[in-house]
C-alpha cells in the first residue's frame, strides 16, 4: 500500500500595511506582580480545576517575508493576543472572544469588526506548577497540571481595522526573529517558526 502525503495548501497572508491600526481605551493588567499572578492562578485552580488558556498566532507579511502580529506590553515583554477561557466555554469560542475584546475597534458595527477564523491548532503547552514555567509536554510525575495553553493559527481578511489598547503596542515582527531568541521572546514565541514549517504561505498584495 502506497501513502501519498500531500502538501498542505497554501495559507493566504496578506501585507501588513493592508491593516489599519486604532488606539482603543487602556487595557489595565489584571495583576501588578508575577506573584500576585501565581496566586490568582492558585485560587482558580483550587475552584474550577485546571485552567486553559489560548493564544492567536497571525501571520501577514512584509515585501512578501511572513511577519507575526505580536503585542508588545511596557518595553520588553512580547505576548501573543490572548487570554483565559471560561470553565465552561470552547477553545475557538474563547479564542474568538479575546481577539474581540482585544483587537475590536470602537464605535465601530459588527459588520465591520475583524472575522477571526480559527484554522489550525498549532501546540499546547503545560504548566505543571504554580510558577512561570510552560512545557511543550506534560512532565511524567505531574498528575494534573495547572494550566493548559493552546496556540492557534488564525486568519483575518485582506483588509481590515485593529483597535489595539493605549497601554501596547501592535508590532508585525519577521518570523526570523523569534527562531533561536529565547532569551528575548521567551521559549513559546521562539518555537514559532518551527511550529509553521510545516505550512505553506501565500504572500497576496
Known amino acids: 500500500m502506497t501513502v501519498v502525503i500531500k502538501d498542505p495548501e497554501p495559507i493566504d497572508i496578506f501585507p501588513v500595511d493592508n491593516y489599519q491600526i486604532q488606539s482603543t481605551s487602556i487595557q489595565p493588567e489584571e495583576d501588578s506582580s508575577v506573584a500576585d499572578r501565581m496566586h490568582r492562578l492558585q485560587d482558580q485552580y483550587e475552584e474550577t480545576g485546571m485552567r486553559r488558556s489560548v493564544d492567536a498566532v497571525i501571520v501577514c507579511h512584509d515585501h512578501g517575508f511572513p511577519c507575526i502580529l505580536t503585542l508588545q506590553v511596557a518595553n520588553d515583554f512580547f505576548k501573543l493576543p490572548g487570554g483565559y477561557l471560561d470553565p465552561s466555554e470552547d477553545d475557538e469560542t474563547g479564542m474568538v472572544r479575546h481577539l474581540r475584546d482585544l483587537l475590536n475597534t470602537a464605535g465601530k458595527p459588527a459588520t465591520e469588526q475583524p472575522q477571526w477564523e480559527v484554522r489550525d491548532l498549532l501546540s499546547i503547552w503545560w504548566r505543571p506548577n504554580f510558577d512561570g514555567f510552560f512545557y511543550p509536554y506534560k512532565p511524567a510525575h505531574i ?16 483588509k481590515i481595522s485593529i483597535g489595539v489598547p493605549l497601554n ?38
Open 168 to 205: 501596547m503596542k501592535l508590532l508585525a515582527i519577521p518570523i526570523h526573529e523569534f527562531y533561536d531568541n529565547t532569551q528575548r521572546y521567551g521559549p513559546q514565541l521562539s518555537a514559532i517558526p518551527h511550529l509553521l514549517s510545516r505550512l505553506t504561505f501565500s504572500a497576496k498584495d
Open 143 to 158: 498528575t494534573i497540571p495547572k494550566e493548559r495553553k493552546k496556540i492557534f493559527l488564525v486568519t483575518v481578511p485582506p
